[in-house]
């Protein structure tokens, strides 16, 4: 299991563009249409199975909500900034 972040780490380590909502952290990706959301999501899924550790991911028009907490550890872990690091990436 992993160790929980304090909220000093969090809030150092949260990459660009992401929130902490309670025990998670959430960022919205914007895009032109609704395929392009889809394939970024595609993406995200397989970041997420390659790391072992899945987001919820909410598809809708334009917008693809990640949303990243360590349910065994109970909150945000190292593995949740890692992924949402990684997310950042494919995004820009």
């Given at each position: 299991?992993?160790?929980?972040?304090?909220?000093?780490?969090?809030?150092?380590?949260?990459?660009?563009?992401?929130?902490?909502?309670?025990?998670?952290?959430?960022?919205?990706?914007?895009?032109?249409?609704?395929?392009?959301?889809v394939?970024?999501?595609s993406a995200?899924?397989g970041?997420?199975e390659?790391?072992?550790?899945?987001p919820?991911?909410t598809?809708?028009?334009?917008?693809v909500?990640?949303?990243?907490?360590?349910?065994?550890?109970g909150?945000?872990?190292?593995?949740?900034?890692e992924?949402?690091?990684?997310?950042?990436?494919?995004?820009?």
């Amino acid at each position: 299991m992993s160790d929980l972040l304090s909220d000093d780490e969090i809030d150092r380590q949260l990459p660009n563009g992401w929130e902490r909502d309670g025990e998670e952290i959430t960022r919205a990706f914007e895009f032109d249409s609704y395929l392009p959301g889809v394939g970024f999501a595609s993406a995200v899924g397989g970041l997420a199975e390659e790391a072992w550790h899945h987001p919820e991911i909410t598809i809708t028009w334009g917008e693809v909500e990640v949303r990243l907490t360590t349910h065994d550890a109970g909150g945000i872990t190292e593995k949740d900034i890692e992924l949402a690091g990684r997310c950042n990436e494919i995004y820009e």
